[in-house]
């Protein structure tokens, strides 16, 4: 009887995998001019190049800690090693490459396959196996979070809003072992599998076969809504036709707004230049940005990221209450093939053009006429000011503007709407200053409605605040949602409709909130209060 031959037990080897782009169609290309390169074949006859960066001897870093003091010339002649390879293998008609320790960084900038990492995770693993994840969160502050789960769940699980959520990376389990153990990934595919170097091309194979398919999208679907536009040379393409327009004075979809959000009670206006000659403008505007451009067919990339704008702060007359570039400033949307591609806080973002049809729609849908007066921030500087106006003009309307509830502790204080109807409209207003303001509005909004739904001591001091005119709109027992509206009132100088002049990112946010204050029972509103601003 012969000896019975066992398998080889493989150990489990990290790896860290990147996809090369189309057009990359030779592996020297790819890499730095100080990459060593080595011939490398492998047992199934498939051939590859292995790239090797120099090693230097430098000093640890933690040495400079002791500069100065007798023991460092005891450590001056400690020296430290960093080796990094890059194994970059023929898959069909594309390029993959294996780094090993930094070599990583041996990758020229730009060439390596945006989300391939990301797509064939989430092609490898089951809907309840993730991890962890990495999204970027599109709302009044935008936020960059890492999340951990305590067990393997869904997306679902850990709060993902498909509605705001920008998906960077997620880790999981494979359903199919082959694949590897645990799999994460981002641009790049990290993962732990067992293999040798002889089985890495097939292993490779399977890992380009995973990020081709579109098993994703049966549980996945949403990533593809909105991604970050990383390619240089696409967002090098869409800042020029965006000059282009500039140049030609084609504001179609080119906005100026404010990237952060501001307290509009201590701010005076906006300058486009330095100096107290420099005219202060009450709000962000293409048309009286343009004139202050001395040399307009001239203008380029280069001097968007360079001119300043100016917040001139209202409590210290001459004093800035904050500063941007003007490429920050500027919020665009270019239609490109099947996708629209969105400039918004000096990063493009690239859309699915179905997605972007999906949410004007719903938008238009909330879209009423109402009977609320111009907006002249010569007269009215603060929006306060205009408020209290429409409250004693119009008798029907209560001023709930900064008539706070402190509520939940820790200073928390919120304001019930800013004009409460007596048609039980809750009325929320609000200058156009860019997506992250106006979210900031519709946060608002639905956080005082659902406590108004949720909370009886809440409901209590909000009664307690609402003026004697107006106090049994809103009762203490047995409330109903579904017999208030809440309606956001924004103020626009576009010609437009409201619902077609509000950038992407605000409509987005706005059906998001529309959707959670329905769900309460809630009517939702939006109207344009006309600018009149001379």
Sequence with gaps: MGKVVRPRKLPTRHLSILLLRKDVKAAKDAVMD??????????????GNLY???????????????????????????????????????????????????????????????????????????????????????????????????????CEDYGVDIEQDLLRAVVGTPSDSALGVNMSGSDSLSVGAKVDLDGLP????????????????????????????????????????LVQKLRASDLDRVWLAVPDVIDWSRVAGFRYGRGRKAKTFPDTRMVDLLPTIRNLPAISVRYLKARQVFCVSAEDEGQLYDTWTLYQCLYAELDVARSTYLLSGGRWYRIAKDFVDEVNAD???????????????????????????????????????????H?????????????????????????????????????????TATLLVQ????????????PASHRALIPQANFRARQFTVLFAI????????????????????????????????KVQLTKIDDITP
């Design 202 to 241: 097939a292993l490779l194979t399977k890992y380009v076969k995973q990020f081709k398919s579109n098993a994703y999208k049966a549980n996945f679907s949403w990533v593809d809504h909105i991604r970050e536009e990383r390619d240089r040379a696409q967002i090098d393409s869409l800042d020029e036709q």
């Design 455 to 466: 909370d009886p001591e809440f409901r209590k001091k909000a009664i307690a605040k609402v």
């Design 52 to 154: 090797v960066a120099p090693s230097i001897a430098v000093p640890p870093k933690w040495v400079r800690f002791f500069s100065g003091n007798p023991v460092a010339t005891a450590l001056s002649k400690l020296r430290t090693l960093s080796a990094g390879a890059l194994l970059i293998v023929p898959v069909g008609r594309r390029l993959v490459a294996a780094a090993f320790g930094p070599g990583r960084f041996l990758v020229k900038p730009g060439l390596a396959e945006d989300d391939f990492g990301l797509k064939v995770t989430l092609n490898s693993i089951p809907v309840d196996q993730v991890k962890s994840i990495d999204r970027k969160t599109f709302a009044a502050f935008t936020t960059h979070t890492r999340t951990q789960g305590s067990r393997a769940g869904t």
């Design 34 to 47: 100080r990459a060593v390169g080595h011939a490398i074949t492998f047992a199934d006859g498939t051939k």
């Design 363 to 405: 938008i238009a849908k909330l879209v009423v006429q109402t009977s609320l007066p111009g907006y002249d921030s010569s007269t009215f500087p603060r929006d306060e000011d205009y408020l209290r106006d429409v409250a004693s003009t119009d008798t029907s309307f209560a001023l709930m503007d900064q008539r706070f509830i």
């Design 407 to 447: 509520h939940g502790g820790g200073g928390s204080k919120f304001e019930l709407c800013d004009l409460l109807g007596q048609d039980r409209r809750l009325v929320h207003v609000k200058r156009y200053a860019g997506s992250a303001t106006l979210s900031h509005l519709f946060n608002q909004g639905e956080g």
């Design 491 to 522: 103020t626009s100088k576009s010609s437009k409709s409201i619902d077609s002049s509000l950038p992407f990112f605000s409509r987005l946010a706005l059906r998001r909130t529309a959707r959670i204050l329905r769900g309460h029972g809630y």
